[in-house]
């Protein structure tokens, strides 16, 4: 079935540098490309995603870049903040619009 | 605007006791889906509802799990005699129709088996 891989499992940074997080996919298929956000004791945010038609996406310090060729999409965080403190995952979505996540990326931000 | 919520938020049982575990999604939402989360992992879908009816069900790993959607608004999932590898958070999320449109989670209830 579907899968979705997903690295760095962990992520330590210092405030004011980049993040970026990798992923790829199976399904050569599949089209959309959401980016989640949980915090501890909450349910996944969806704070960026990117569809097929396009390579790239901005929104201020976050942005998403897709290569289809490849099947690999990454999320790059800009000048991280301690608040970007989180686990990330990516996902892909099935046939029934359920989201295939990968296993997550525990992003650490020191001040 | 009220966002999904879920409850109870944290639920401990004994082991071959059964749970219900209740989603209210967003007013207006008719698609619905129950996914869990093991620590350390994803969530991992379920069961997805597009109004009353389960579209897609195929998430569910055996028959002692079961949802329903009665009125296409609330959603229980219901678990069997349940089993310690039951234990996770169990997280719930309604978007509007159809598949291109945003997942919103809920807060999850975690389920704790003893």
């Known amino acids: 079935g579907e899968n979705v891989e997903q690295h760095p499992s962990t992520l330590s940074v210092q405030e004011g540098d980049s993040a970026v997080i990798k992923c790829t996919y199976s399904?050569?298929?599949?089209?959309?490309f959401p980016w989640y956000k949980q915090e501890l004791g909450k349910g996944p945010q969806l704070i960026i995603d990117?569809?097929?038609?396009?390579g790239e996406k901005k929104d201020q310090r976050i942005a998403v870049t897709l290569n289809k060729t490849a099947k690999h999409f990454s999320l790059h965080i800009t000048e991280t903040q301690p608040e970007d403190s989180a686990v990330y995952f990516c996902a892909d979505r099935g046939s029934q619009g359920n989201l295939i996540f990968g296993k997550g990326t525990k992003l650490s931000v020191k001040p | 605007g009220a966002g999904v919520s879920q409850t109870p938020s944290n639920k401990v049982t004994e082991k071959g006791k059964y749970v219900e575990l209740r989603c209210d999604p967003i007013s207006g939402h008719t698609a619905l889906y129950w996914y869990r989360q093991s620590l350390g992992q994803g969530p991992e879908f379920l069961i997805y509802?597009?109004?009353?009816?389960?579209?897609?069900d195929s998430g569910l790993p055996n028959d002692r799990f079961f949802a329903v959607r009665p009125e296409g608004s609330v959603s229980t999932l219901k678990i069997q005699r349940t089993e310690r590898g039951d234990s996770a958070v169990y997280l719930c999320?309604?978007?509007?129709?159809?598949?291109?449109?945003?997942?919103?989670f809920g807060p999850g209830t975690r389920l704790t088996v003893l």
């Open positions: 399904d050569s298929a599949s089209n959309y």
């Open positions: 509802f597009q109004g009353t009816g389960a579209a897609d």
């Open positions: 990117i569809r097929s038609n396009v």
């Open positions: 999320a309604s978007s509007l129709a159809g598949p291109n449109n945003e997942q919103f």
